[in-house]
């Protein structure tokens, strides 16, 4: 199985701050054949379900601000917000779906 | 838009059978391009991944190796819902479910949309 591994575990930054989280993986998620990285970021608040920000690792998805950015390739990768809002308080995963099982992190609790 | 609709009970006892149903609205469970999963998630094991469910003219089937001896995913295309049953639970079993769609390049998915999670607690 591939091991994802973040850092930090938790995270306080000061509003209109940048946060950065880390996430590492134990094999490389980088397909050769489509040149792209099976990562996905999501943000998961209490009593909801995790949601999905970002996938091939750099992709936002429909309706996430843009101040959040996937980067990274191969085994390192790094989810940045550029300017942290209130709402933003939240656990962040990575996972990777290169192959199954899909794995997760074990989560970046992020407070202000 | 795509709502997976979670059902089944909250409570199951030691070495009974835990069974869950995602119903599915704005998608069909036989769609080529998406995959059916069960995820768990508890303070002790995170977010687990347990199996999926996937259609590619026949069905295919994917387990985690942890639950591979005691899980079974189904489908039923004349509901449009998928089901999990874990066979001879404990209490480690005892986690929050999630029904979950992946959205698919040929196997390989990202989940894009959660069931609203049904807490499972196993005990007697």
């Known amino acids: 199985d591939i091991v994802m591994t973040q850092s930090p575990d938790s995270l306080a930054v000061s509003l209109g701050e940048r946060a950065t989280i880390n996430c590492k993986s134990s094999?490389?998620?980088?397909?050769?054949?489509?040149?792209?990285?099976?990562l996905a970021w999501y943000q998961q608040k209490p009593g909801q379900p995790p949601k999905l920000l970002i996938h091939?690792?750099?992709t936002r998805e429909s309706g996430v601000p843009d101040r959040f950015s996937g980067s990274g390739s191969g085994t390192d990768f790094t989810l940045t917000i550029s300017s942290l809002q209130a709402d933003d308080v939240a656990v962040y995963y990575c996972?990777?779906?290169?192959?199954?099982?899909?794995?997760f992190g074990q989560g970046t609790r992020l407070e202000i | 838009q795509v709502q997976l609709q979670q059902s089944g009970p909250g409570l199951v006892k030691p070495s009974q059978t835990l069974s869950l149903t995602c119903a599915i609205s704005g998608d069909s469970v036989s769609t080529n391009s998406v995959s059916w999963n069960w995820i768990r998630q508890s303070p002790s094991r995170g977010l687990e991944w347990l199996g999926r469910t996937y259609y590619r003219s026949k069905w295919f089937f994917d387990y985690a190796v942890s639950v591979k001896s005691r899980i079974s995913i189904n489908s039923d295309t004349s509901k449009n819902q998928f089901s999990l049953q874990l066979d001879s639970v404990t209490p480690e079993d005892t986690a929050v479910y999630y029904c979950a769609r992946g959205d698919c390049s040929i196997s390989s998915c990202y989940i894009d949309y959660w069931g609203q999670g049904t807490l499972v607690t196993v005990s007697s």
């Open positions: 996972q990777q779906y290169y192959n199954t099982p899909i794995t």
């Open positions: 094999q490389s998620v980088l397909y050769s054949s489509t040149n792209k990285n099976y």
């Open positions: 091939w690792a750099s």
